[in-house]
């Protein structure tokens, strides 16, 4: 077994996660990541609904969950990530707000959209679907 492998089988836990989702604006072929640089997405620009589904996904919450925090209809968050309505700017503020609120962190860059989440592993442990991790 080489250093890096010996290294790896010491490791017992982790302390953070960081996930991301980008999506790539145009139908080129994808720029390597390496090759791309992220900004914050501006306060108040609204955000699509394939990433609102995307941002809920990473944070691990339900469209239930969303609703309620938003404080909008369960079919406005299904409608709105389906496509099938694009909500007024203020209903999609509040999407956002509750969002980010969760942990959700809207970036952009040349032809890409994202959002990045960060979750530490107790945070992970609390918000798991499985009893067992909840209870570590």
Same mark, same amino acid.
């Given at each position: 077994?080489?250093?890096?492998?010996?290294?790896?089988?010491?490791?017992?836990?982790?302390?953070?996660?960081? #996930?991301?989702?980008?999506?790539?604006?145009?139908?080129?072929?994808?720029?390597?990541?390496?090759?791309?640089?992220?900004?914050?997405?501006?306060?108040? @620009?609204?955000?699509?609904?394939?990433?609102?589904?995307? #941002?809920?996904?990473?944070?691990?919450?339900?469209? #239930?969950?969303?609703?309620?925090?938003?404080?909008?209809?369960?079919?406005?968050?299904?409608?709105?990530?389906?496509?099938?309505?694009?909500?007024?700017?203020?209903?999609i503020g509040r999407i956002r707000r509750a969002l980010?609120?969760?942990?959700?962190?809207?970036?952009?860059?040349?032809?890409?959209?994202?959002?990045? @989440?960060?979750?530490?592993?107790?945070?992970e442990s609390l918000s798991s679907r499985s009893a067992?991790?909840?209870?570590?």
């Amino acid at each position: 077994m080489d250093q890096p492998e010996r290294q790896l089988d010491q490791i017992q836990s982790w302390h953070y996660t960081s #996930a991301i989702k980008i999506f790539h604006l145009k139908n080129a072929s994808p720029l390597p990541l390496a090759s791309t640089s992220f900004m914050p997405l501006r306060p108040g @620009v609204p955000i699509p609904g394939f990433l609102c589904q995307a #941002a809920r996904t990473l944070l691990n919450v339900s469209q #239930a969950w969303l609703w309620h925090q938003a404080a909008v209809s369960k079919k406005t968050i299904n409608d709105f990530e389906n496509g099938f309505v694009e909500p007024r700017d203020e209903i999609i503020g509040r999407i956002r707000r509750a969002l980010e609120a969760g942990g959700a962190q809207f970036v952009f860059g040349e032809d890409v959209l994202g959002v990045v @989440v960060y979750r530490s592993s107790e945070e992970e442990s609390l918000s798991s679907r499985s009893a067992k991790r909840r209870t570590r």
